[in-house]
């Protein structure tokens, strides 16, 4: 798990892909004053702008580096133009949907955070991979089970 240096857990408007606030993913790589995300600012957001739906949370690892380089996507090179400090293995950034369930079908795709992947992720690949591949899978358990048992209050009190 992330540290809270590493991913704090300040609230957003957006939701994630349990249906909760959406969690900072990464807000200063590496010291780097840069935050992911496709607004920079450490969380997966997205909106109209952001084609690439920079929405999943992932922790990068070398092997994924090595496969998105070799499908012509360097994420290892910084290109400060777009305020991107170049991932090395154990940074916290958020990757677009479809990078990821191409690296997921290619055997390649890399750890994430359920609890800081945007909702609209949902749109690319089902939960069930998603909690799969989770670094935060128990913690993201007890937020489902806290969510069913109020809704089950609910329909109870309606």
Known sequence: MATE?????????????????????????RASGIGTGFYRNGYCSTGEADVGRHTVCVRVTDKFLE????????LSTPVPQYHFPGLRDG????LCAERWVQAYQA?????LFLQA???????????AVLRE?????????LA??????QRERLKKML
């Open 67 to 74: 496969y998105s380089r070799a499908v012509g996507n360097d």
């Open 5 to 29: 240096d590493e991913r704090p857990q300040a609230a957003s408007a957006a939701a994630n892909v349990l249906g909760t606030s959406l969690a900072c993913c990464c807000d200063n790589v």
């Open 91 to 94: 940074d916290l950034w958020c």
């Open 133 to 141: 591949y989770a670094l935060d899978g128990d913690e993201a358990d």
């Open 144 to 149: 489902l089970r806290q969510l069913n048992e």
């Open 117 to 127: 992947t945007h909702e609209k992720t949902l749109n690319y690949v089902d939960f």
């Open 107 to 111: 055997w390649n795709a890399p750890k």
